[in-house]
C-alpha cells in the first residue's frame, strides 16, 4: 500500500505501557483518505498515488473551485488537501479507493511532517540561541547581535551568518518515531515524543526503517 498517510496533530499525552512506565506521546488523527489520481513509471517517472484530504461541504467553497479542478475530482468528493504518497504496490490502488490507518502497525517507526509554529521576525537570542551580553546598568549589549564581520580581510559579512530574522512557519521533519498504540476505531495514532507545529495543524505520517534508540 502507501508508504504513509496525512491526517491532523490533536496534541500531546501519557500513555502507560506494559510495564508501567509513563511514556510522553502525539495523538494524530488518520481518517479514511480517497485516491484521487495514480502515478505510474510509464508515464511519470515513479509510482506514487494522490490522495484527497478534508472533504469540502461548504457551498461557497466548492462555487470557488476552477473547471479543471472540478475535473480532476470529477466523481470524488472533493477535499482541501491533495497529496502524493509513494507506494510499491501501484497494480493493487485504483482510483476512488479508501485507504485507511490499517497500514500502519503498532510498535513501526514513522518519520512525520509538518510546519513548525510561526514566530515571526525574531532576534538572535530567540531565534538562535544566543546567550546575549550583561544586563546590569552602564551596558548597551544585552540582546543584540553583536559583531557580524571582519576588517578589511575579506571586509565582507558572510553567508548563512546567523542573525535576526523570519523563525519557523517552515517544513520539518521528525524521524524515526514509534507507534506505540493504535485506536483503530477513532482513526488515532499514538506516536512517542513530539511532532512538529501547534494542535490543530495537518501532518504527514510516513513509514520509515530508520529509528531513534
Do not use: W
Not at 14 to 37: H, M, S, W
Not at 59 to 81: E, N, Q, V, Y
Not at 177 to 205: E, F, M, Q, W, Y
Request: net charge positive; aromatic share 6%.
Amino acid at each position: 500500500m502507501l508508504n504513509g498517510l496525512i491526517g491532523k496533530k490533536l496534541g500531546m499525552t501519557g500513555f502507560y505501557d506494559e510495564k508501567g512506565n509513563r511514556v510522553p506521546v502525539t495523538a494524530i488523527e488518520l481518517p479514511p483518505v480517497v485516491v484521487v489520481q495514480k502515478k505510474c513509471v510509464a508515464t511519470d517517472g515513479y509510482d506514487a498515488a494522490q490522495v484527497a484530504y478534508d472533504k469540502i461541504t461548504s457551498k461557497g467553497k466548492l462555487a470557488k473551485f476552477s473547471k479543471p479542478k472540478k475535473g480532476h475530482f470529477k466523481d470524488i468528493a472533493p477535499a482541501r488537501i491533495l497529496k502524493e504518497f509513494r507506494t510499491d504496490q501501484i497494480d493493487s490502488i485504483e482510483r476512488g479507493q479508501e485507504i485507511t490507518i490499517d497500514i500502519f502497525q503498532k510498535g513501526q517507526y514513522v518519520d512525520v511532517v509538518g510546519t513548525s509554529k510561526g514566530r515571526g521576525f525574531s532576534g538572535v537570542i530567540k531565534r538562535h540561541n544566543f546567550a546575549g551580553g550583561p544586563a546590569s546598568h552602564g551596558h548597551r549589549f544585552h540582546r543584540s547581535t553583536g559583531s557580524i564581520g571582519n576588517c578589511a580581510t575579506p571586509g565582507r559579512v558572510f553567508k548563512n551568518k546567523k542573525m535576526p530574522g523570519q523563525y519557523g512557519n517552515a517544513q520539518v521533519t521528525v524521524r524515526g518515531l514509534c507507534i506505540v498504540d493504535i485506536l483503530r476505531d477513532d482513526n488515532i495514532l499514538l506516536i512517542k515524543g513530539a511532532v512538529p507545529g501547534p494542535t490543530g495543524r495537518t501532518v504527514s505520517v510516513l513509514k520509515t526503517k530508520k529509528h531513534i534508540k
